[in-house]
């Protein structure tokens, strides 16, 4: 699963950059190959890191939860290949939170990751949203919200 989750969003990421039509349409052909879009979610959620000993934890907040309630542990992926992810099954109204949670506190250097947004992944209306984020010793916790058009900003 780990493995199929890796090639989802290097594929995608790739689809997304790519210059030529022909380069986004082999993405997208292989993604079809290796099952990543079989039973695609309305969103997928993921944090990618280089560096195992980081341990970097993504949780989210759905729309509909009370702001007291805490965030929803990410449930896929593993941190021990540097990646960290959670599928939304059907897209509430409203805003998501996203929290990126350094565990690792006692080395010095900062913590580094990718936090990455599939929306309407396998469709016409794919949008891919990633943005590099710094948790240095000193600010631990970070927090992304993603609008109802999409849109993703820190919290």
Same mark, same amino acid.
């Given at each position: 699963?780990? !493995? ?14 790519? =210059? ?5 349409? +082999? ?26 000993? =980081?341990? *970097? ?8 939860? =009370? ?7 990410? +449930?896929?992926?593993?941190? !021990? ?11 509430? +109204? ?15 250097? =900062? ?17 891919? *949203? ?14 992304? !919200?993603?609008? !109802? +058009? ?6």
């Amino acid at each position: 699963a780990t !493995a199929r989750l890796w090639s989802w969003l290097r594929l995608s990421e790739l689809a997304a950059t790519a =210059d030529d039509e022909a380069l986004r349409a +082999d993405a997208r052909r292989r993604m079809r190959e290796n099952g990543v879009l079989r039973d695609p979610p309305a969103m997928l959620v993921a944090i990618t890191f280089d560096h195992p000993d =980081d341990g *970097i934890s993504l949780r989210v907040r759905h729309p509909t939860f =009370d702001p007291l309630q805490p965030f929803e542990p990410a +449930d896929l992926g593993a941190s !021990a290949y540097g990646l960290v992810a959670m599928r939304v099954g059907e897209r509430e +109204d409203g805003e998501y939170r996203f929290q990126l949670v350094r565990n690792e506190r006692e080395n010095l250097r =900062d913590q580094t990751c990718t936090l990455v947004v599939l929306l309407s992944p396998g469709t016409p209306d794919e949008r891919r *949203i990633a943005t590099e984020v710094t948790l240095p010793r000193t600010e631990p916790v970070k927090i992304f !919200a993603l609008s !109802a +058009d999409g849109t993703l900003v820190p919290s």
